[in-house]
């Protein structure tokens, strides 16, 4: 099979051996079997962030990251409370924007999305209003490749007696942590990112007790809300409403991929590629957007170079008919474009594909150091 390598923020690159594993003999998926694959793959999920089955659950859902925002922040905001939502970037922004749509009563703190959160605003802001009930932020903006402090943003909202949602939808399998140890109450991600599956299956892992309690919350959502899920798959071994059969079947194969390579050395070779990412890109003469001691090591937002002569869309072309998919970037007020470490890949696909570029530079006639 073709291989392609994808530096887009998601989806990943994937093995053959997770594309093959979607092709399966039909089944049912009410059929007692299939309900077994997908609590081996919720098992699965747990075990990644060290989540104690006996404190976590894992809820499974058919749909993209947004879809657990969306879950995380309609059910479980109990009545006449806030969300406090510590936003440096467009995907925590867009909690905010989930918030208004369902006319939660939301604070936006809002701050550079070129820097980490201000500790102490956070404190100040959860000091000032007793109602806030949930604090909510991004693990890893991956618009600029920024990896915010959850562990002790989580440790104001549990100070001032405050659930905590991380999105992790671009670390989680990417950069090891542990639910207990970074404070994390709620936490979610997608199939298609850090295990290298498919797209098609998203999944929040959170604290039993809270999503029992959030039985009593309103119910602001039909098809995303988080108890009914999370108690319809106890009661009957199911999703509610048709799941994503054959995604689930590559999410299985993937977290035996995932565990095979071991958490440790799953890391460092995403290390070894953000290296020579890094290394490709001092080659070139281009510059990074973001400081480094703030970078996740999973994104590189780099700067458009200053040459008349540049032209992303011709550049991306490039690429993309040699095999490498690159993506633009989401900091508005700057010219960027993204490349991401995730996905079945290593250092040599990225000494490859920056060849490949400095020959889309040469292309378009732009002045490039020499080697």
Known sequence: MERKILLNPGPATTTDTVKMAQVVPDICPREEAFGAVMREVADGLLRIVHADAEEFSCVLFCGSGTLNMDACLNSLLPAGKKVLVVNNGAYSARAVDICRAYGLPCIDLRSSVEDVPDLAAVERALAADADIALVYTTHHETGTGVLNPIREIGALAHAHGAAFIVDTTSTYAMLPFSMEEANIDFCMASAQKGIQAMTGLSFIIGRTSLIK??????????????????????????????????????????????????????????????????????????????????????????????????????????????????????????????????????????????????????????????N
């Open 213 to 370: 309690a959030s039985k009593d919350y309103p119910v602001r959502s039909y098809y995303c809300n988080l108890y009914q899920q999370y108690a319809y798959f106890e009661k009957t071994g199911q999703m509610q409403f048709t799941p994503p059969v054959q995604t689930i079947y590559a999410a299985k194969q993937a977290l035996e991929e995932y565990f095979a390579e071991g958490e440790t050395a799953k890391a460092a070779r995403h290390a070894r590629v953000a290296a020579a990412i890094h290394r490709g890109l001092l080659a070139l003469g281009l510059c990074e957007a973001i400081r480094p001691e703030i970078q996740s090591g999973l994104v590189v937002s780099v700067l458009y170079p200053e040459d008349a002569r540049w032209d992303f869309d011709r550049v991306h072309d490039y690429c993309y008919a040699r095999g490498f998919t690159i993506y633009p970037g989401k900091m508005q007020e700057k010219g960027t474009f993204r490349l991401c470490t995730l996905g079945a890949i290593d250092e040599a696909d990225i000494e490859k594909f920056f060849r490949v570029l400095r020959e889309a530079f040469a292309e378009l006639g732009m002045v490039l150091p020499k």
